[in-house]
């Protein structure tokens, strides 16, 4: 398996079983277990959720047991957000799936483990387990919705195996300027304001033009941005000589 699958215990609602899928596929994984699903499989209320992601049901394993499900697994992971008595490395999502990666790549097989909406999973399937996932959640109110927290495991998974930028520009049909460009726009700016009598007295005029030229260096600028200020500055020039 090129990614983990993810094992749906004993879930209760076919709604949140659609989620799940949704989730995953979301963020590229398509690898689903379900073991003692309450209503029963296959469900249409788990169908109508998972939208487009319907594909993630059809090919999901049903199992009776967890040991079943995992049975072919070399690695466990069980999601709680309760201590349970049990001694097990406890780790966050976006640790576990870095752990999941690094033992697939070496050609392990990988498994998380979500428990029913109620209660989570039981101690019987956390013994199984060889490390738990532990969401740094509100202690006062800890309960996550299962499709909630599949999408969480999935969006770590996607996170260590894709290239995101932490932020971006969306440039809305343009580029940003060149030194050339801002170069222009700023001997225009100076030209004009020259003209207009904008550096005086003399003795200051050299530092307020640097200080113009550095105001120009410190706004990241489009092409478009460019053209829009050229713009102002000529029309203002056409407007005083209208007046005069």
Known sequence: ?????????????????GGAARAMWNFGLDRMRLVDPRDGWPNQKAVAMASGAGRLLDDAGVFATT???????????????????????????????????????????????????????????????????????????????????????????????????????????????????MEKLAVHYEDRLEQAGFFFPETKAENMKLNLRNFWSRMPMTRADVQMLHGVMRQMVRWKERGE
């Open 1 to 17: 398996m090129s990614q983990p699958v993810f094992v749906l215990v004993r879930s209760q609602m076919g709604e949140n079983i």
């Open 67 to 181: 040991a079943e499900a995992v049975g072919d697994c070399d690695y466990v992971f069980a999601t709680t957000a309760r201590a349970r008595g049990l001694t097990k490395p406890v780790v966050t999502p976006e640790r576990a799936m870095e752990m999941a990666r690094e033992k697939i790549v070496a050609g392990e097989k990988v498994a998380v483990l979500f428990g029913p909406e109620r209660a989570g999973l039981e101690n019987d399937d956390i013994a199984r387990a060889n490390a738990i996932i532990n969401v740094p959640v509100n202690p006062e109110f800890a309960s996550l919705n299962l499709a909630q927290c599949v999408l969480l495991t999935a969006y770590e998974w996607r996170r260590q195996g894709v290239e995101v930028a932490a932020e971006r520009v969306e440039l809305a049909g343009t580029d940003w300027a060149s030194q050339v460009e």
